[in-house]
């Protein structure tokens, strides 16, 4: 069983169901019987429109806002490791929901794609979901190193944008490779209705013991790793600011010939640039993390339970139930793919103004069409900050 195929295969074997084959199966049933059965297929409803409407829901606010994160940071320049990960992530989480949303409108239609477009993009939907999660885990990371070992970060050169290039391409082939399996275990069933499932030799051993090493991979292991080190991060900020607030502390105190008015002048300066950008990248990333780590709740524990939830055969209750509660649990898991645009958005102040700035250029340009339109809002600003050079020296 993996992650992304598990909707798209759920939901197709629900897309049957008859209701008047229901009514007419309610006319021999007593009345407690069939209060369960309409109990029963209201929650099945439910859960099936839940399944036929989130994706396209998801790819309307994902596509754009992935598009519009890419652009923005490419907007500011010079480029670093942050940005790396930023548009990675974002090419990722748009390929994600491509691959989920055809997928699942493959199946919802019935159109036989045949065992290799099964098993590709079952293979697609798997590995793009799962790379996702462990460029978070490497952004994360580098994050953490950048502010707990500052000085050995300098010293030894840093990351760069080919370094992080590098980690990633090998980090996408290690998922690749754990998801290979899914390119020769899978099959299109056109009987009673298409789905794409694991074939019957493979079933036992993809559906249970395999079943939890993909799920390690996409959920357990991400989600125990982020939860770590997003508070081993927010952790040493505290401690960094601690510490930098007592030295400034320290050397702003008055020296002997010093003037109390050249104290209060140092004192009202305002922090270097590259300190305030620091803080945006690490609001950002700490936004796009935790938010993260929230929304992958829900299926760990439908991941670890699964297994052992057994229900009844046929539209019964408990049926119902767990299949609305695996609908919910990949509807937030899923929107992971769409949501980090607008966490930079809202968290950060600086890529919110380079991204309202062309915007704000253009209706200016459009309401004066004789203005040079030369606005320092519309010029590209530096994201030096995420330059790990940069970060060390602070």
Same mark, same amino acid.
């Given at each position: ?9 759920? *939901? ?8 008047? @084959?229901?009514?007419?199966? *309610?006319? %021999? ?8 059965? =309409? ?12 399944? &036929? ?7 309307? !606010? ?8 890419? %652009? ?20 990722? @989480? ?55 070992? $500052? ?23 290690? %998922? ?17 209705? !298409? ?5 019957? =030799?493979?079933?036992? #051993? ?25 508070? #081993?991060?927010?952790? /040493?900020?505290?401690? *960094? ?9 320290? /050397? !702003?105190? $008055? /020296? ?5 008015? @050249?104290?209060?002048? +140092? ?5 270097? =640039?590259?300190?305030?950008?620091? &803080? +945006? ?36 209750? *408990? ?11 990949? !509807? #937030? ?19 919110? +103004?380079?991204?309202?700035? $062309? ?28 330059? +790990?050079?940069?970060? @060390?020296?602070?």
């Amino acid at each position: 069983m993996t992650t992304t195929t598990t909707t798209t295969t759920t *939901s197709s074997s629900f897309y049957s169901f008859n209701v008047t @084959d229901m009514d007419n199966d *309610s006319r %021999v049933m007593s009345a407690e019987q069939y209060a369960e059965i =309409e109990a029963s297929r209201k929650i099945f409803e439910t859960a099936v429109g839940i399944g &036929k409407y989130y994706l396209w829901i998801l790819f309307a !606010l994902g596509f754009p806002g992935n598009c519009a994160a890419i %652009v923005t940071i490419f907007r500011m320049r010079p480029m670093g490791t942050f940005p790396v990960f930023v548009v990675m992530l974002a090419v990722m @989480d748009t390929l994600a929901l491509l691959v989920k949303l055809l997928h699942y409108q493959l199946i919802g239609h019935q159109l036989d794609m045949g065992d290799a477009g099964c098993s590709l993009l079952r293979f697609l939907g798997s590995w793009t979901s799962a790379y996702c999660s462990w460029i978070l885990v490497f952004m994360a990371l580098e994050r953490y190193a950048a502010v707990r070992f $500052p000085l050995k970060m300098s010293m030894h050169g840093g990351c760069n944008a080919h370094k992080v290039v590098s980690v990633l391409v090998v980090v996408g082939i290690i %998922v690749a490779l754990i998801y290979m399996p899914l390119l020769w275990t899978s099959e299109t069933v056109t009987s009673p209705n !298409l789905q794409c499932q694991f074939k019957e =030799e493979y079933a036992d #051993l993809m559906n249970h013991a395999y079943h939890w090493v993909l799920g390690a991979v996409y959920a357990f292991f991400p989600f125990c790793l982020l939860t770590v080190v997003n508070f #081993l991060i927010a952790r /040493q900020i505290r401690v *960094s600011f601690t510490v930098r607030k007592d030295m400034r502390n320290m /050397q !702003l105190l $008055p /020296q002997s010939g010093q003037a109390s008015s @050249d104290v209060l002048i +140092q004192r009202q300066r305002p922090y270097p =640039e590259v300190r305030a950008n620091v &803080k +945006q990248v690490n609001v950002m990333l700490l936004s796009a993390t935790v938010v993260f780590v929230i929304l992958t709740f829900p299926i760990c524990i439908y991941l670890l339970v699964d297994v052992y939830w057994q229900t009844d055969p046929g539209y019964t209750t *408990s049926a119902a139930v767990k299949f609305l509660c695996q609908q919910l649990a990949f !509807l #937030l898991v899923d929107s992971t793919h769409a949501v980090n645009f607008y966490l930079y958005f809202l968290s950060a102040r600086r890529f919110r +103004q380079q991204f309202l700035s $062309p915007l704000a250029c253009w209706s200016g340009c459009k309401c004066n069409p004789k203005a040079a339109c030369r606005k320092p809002s519309c010029s590209k600003q530096s994201w030096a900050a995420t330059d +790990q050079s940069e970060v @060390d020296r602070l």
